[in-house]
């Protein structure tokens, strides 16, 4: 491999790795805004808290959820599209719809059809699997189930091999 072409893909790997880096604790808002852009959704916390969101839906597989306290500083930061957080969501009787956005972030795909009624919401994850974790949200705004199914594009990849 040419040795420019190596240091380019060294260089966006290491740019790639920073873009997803979590911000510094006691970092402040402007200063996350500066570096993140606006977030994909906003969520009120207690105490006059906010939960910023970076989603990559709907075909991206990380969702960043950023805590600032009252006074705009960060307080925490995860990415929330992963196993724990999906056995935590699954463990958690009554859940309504928007503790549901707040907890994971928005969905990268949502259809009619869910039980009873409502709709199913879904989201990629990080996984060599081709799973991806689903969630029926009833039409009164409760979380009636939640489960890992086959992502539709990898079971339509299956379709077309001979």
């Given at each position: 491999?040419?040795?420019?072409?190596?240091?380019?893909?060294?260089?966006?790997?290491?740019?790639?790795?920073?873009?997803?880096?979590?911000?510094?604790?006691?970092s402040?808002r402007?200063?996350?805004?500066?570096?993140?852009?606006?977030?994909?959704?906003?969520?009120?916390?207690?105490?006059?808290?906010?939960?910023?969101?970076?989603?990559?839906?709907?075909?991206?597989?990380?969702?960043?959820?950023?805590?600032?306290?009252?006074?705009?500083?960060?307080?925490?930061?995860?990415?929330?599209?992963?196993?724990?957080?999906?056995?935590?969501?699954?463990?958690?009787?009554?859940?309504?719809?928007?503790?549901?956005?707040?907890?994971?972030?928005?969905?990268?795909?949502?259809?009619?059809?869910?039980?009873?009624?409502?709709?199913?919401?879904?989201?990629?994850?990080?996984?060599?699997?081709?799973?991806?974790?689903?969630?029926?949200?009833?039409?009164d705004?409760?979380?009636?189930?939640?489960?890992?199914?086959?992502?539709?594009?990898?079971?339509?990849?299956?379709?077309?091999?001979?």
């Open positions: 491999m040419p040795r420019s072409l190596a240091s380019c893909l060294m260089l966006t790997l290491l740019l790639g790795a920073c873009a997803v880096a979590p911000p510094p604790l006691g402040g402007d200063e996350v805004l500066r570096a993140r852009g606006q977030p994909s959704a906003r969520y009120a916390l207690p105490g006059g808290g906010e939960r910023l969101e970076y989603a990559t839906g709907p075909y991206g597989r990380t969702t960043w959820m950023i805590d600032l306290d009252a006074a705009g500083r960060v307080t925490g930061a995860r990415q929330v599209l992963s196993e724990a957080e999906f056995l935590a969501v699954q463990s958690a009787p009554g859940l309504t719809r928007e503790a549901l956005l707040r907890w994971i972030g928005r969905p990268g795909e949502r259809r009619h059809g869910g039980r009873p009624g409502g709709e199913v919401w879904s989201w990629r994850y990080p996984t060599n699997d081709c799973l991806w974790f689903q969630a029926s949200v009833t039409d705004g409760l979380v009636s189930s939640a489960a890992y199914g086959i992502d539709p594009r990898c079971d339509g990849m299956a379709d077309h091999t001979p």
